[in-house]
């Protein structure tokens, strides 16, 4: 398995203003995503974070809104961009380890409210 | 394209009687199905995996879930369920054909009363 942190855990932001994420995973992996939890809601993944590359974004999620860094096989950021209220929830980073065959395993989540 | 359903909402069970969430999926290839569980204000946490093999799969805290192909089922179970197993469910399912993307069931809430 691997252990997975993310930063900030929750934060209440303004409308407007941009709030970027953090994933750390303790050791190399082969992918990583970016999913949300809206409130009540299942997980809708937003974008597979490419090491060395842009990212690939899932229908109805665009790179100006959800600009997304991976510069190496450990890390990787999330930004919610020009924040508004419906972009309350939770952001979870995942992992999968090398094998097709393996499972995700995901991080804490960071709770967003914007007010 | 794949597709994940949890049919019900929420369970509702005592503790000491056996706890079923269901779920049926569809994908053009392979099935990877996957149940997870969500404690409130945590991260999801992998409970397990079906990939080949044994219908029964065996995973953590004496969960197991059973594939049925016919069905396109992959209910997952408890003999006899605890308080603490109260949380949410999720059901995932990947095309064995492609790398990566799970597809989430929208989520059962079980709930365990002593």
């Known amino acids: 398995s691997a252990v997975i942190s993310q930063k900030p855990s929750r934060d209440i932001c303004q409308r407007g203003t941009s709030l970027t994420i953090q994933c750390q995973v303790d050791?190399?992996?082969?992918?990583m995503f970016w999913y949300r939890q809206q409130p009540g809601q299942s997980l809708t993944l937003i974008a597979t974070?490419?090491?060395?590359?842009?990212?690939?974004?899932e229908s109805g999620f665009v790179i100006d809104k959800f600009p997304i860094s991976r510069p190496n096989l450990t890390f990787s950021t999330l930004t919610v961009s020009n924040m508004s209220p419906e972009d309350s929830s939770i952001y979870l980073c995942?992992?999968?380890?090398?094998?097709?065959?393996?499972?995700?395993?995901f991080g804490p989540g960071t709770r967003l409210t914007v007010l | 394209a794949q597709s994940v359903a949890q049919p019900e909402d929420q369970v509702n069970v005592a503790e000491g009687n056996p706890l079923t969430v269901k779920c049926t999926y569809s994908?053009?290839?392979?099935?990877?199905l996957f149940w997870y569980v969500q404690y409130p204000n945590r991260g999801l946490q992998f409970l397990l995996k079906y990939i080949t093999g044994d219908n029964l799969v065996k995973g953590s805290y004496g969960f197991e879930a059973e594939f049925n192909k016919s069905q396109t089922s992959f209910h997952l179970k408890k003999p006899s369920a605890l308080v603490s197993d109260s949380a949410l469910y999720f059901c995932a399912v990947r095309d064995g054909d492609s790398w990566g993307k799970l597809q989430f069931g929208a989520g059962t809430q079980v709930v365990v009363t002593p």
């Open positions: 994908v053009s290839g392979n099935p990877y």
């Open positions: 995942s992992v999968q380890t090398r094998g097709v065959y393996n499972e995700q395993f």
């Open positions: 050791s190399q992996v082969t992918m």
């Open positions: 974070a490419n090491q060395g590359s842009e990212a690939t974004y």
